[in-house]
């Protein structure tokens, strides 16, 4: 499987951005995808996912009421709307997939497909 991660952007603050990963070489039917991401001179932190067959979805305390996962079946597409932006999300958001099990959907470790990386920048 191969993601392709897109829609970042400048965005000021309290403004809203819709990330998307798509899948190539494969279908995402019997993965958990998880969004991630990094900010500089950080480490890499879980934002959000969701189990493809079944629907369940998760997030980080930090996004959970502002942040919002979802799928598109027939475009092989997961999608990351974020609303309510903070200068603090400023980073390089990755889309991943993993047949992973919950104690561990947080953790990168339990993916082992990623996407390139979308920069999204929150400043005024």
């Known amino acids: 499987v191969q993601l392709q991660a897109s829609g970042g952007g400048l965005v000021q603050p309290g403004g809203s951005l819709r990330l998307s990963c798509a899948a190539s070489r494969g279908t995402l039917s019997s993965y958990a995808i998880g969004w991630f991401r990094q900010a500089p001179g950080k480490e890499r932190e879980f934002v959000a996912g969701?189990?493809?067959?079944?629907?369940?979805?998760w997030y980080a305390d930090s996004v959970k009421g502002r942040f919002g996962i979802s799928r598109d079946n027939g475009k092989n597409t997961v999608f990351l709307q974020m609303n309510s932006l903070k200068p603090e999300d400023t980073a390089v958001y990755y889309c991943?997939?993993?047949?992973?099990?919950?104690?561990?959907?947080?953790?990168?470790?339990?993916?082992?497909?990623w996407g390139q990386g979308t920069l999204v920048t929150v400043s005024s």
């Open positions: 991943a997939a993993g047949r992973v099990i919950m104690s561990t959907a947080s953790s990168p470790e339990a993916y082992y497909y």
């Open positions: 969701i189990r493809w067959s079944g629907g369940n979805l």
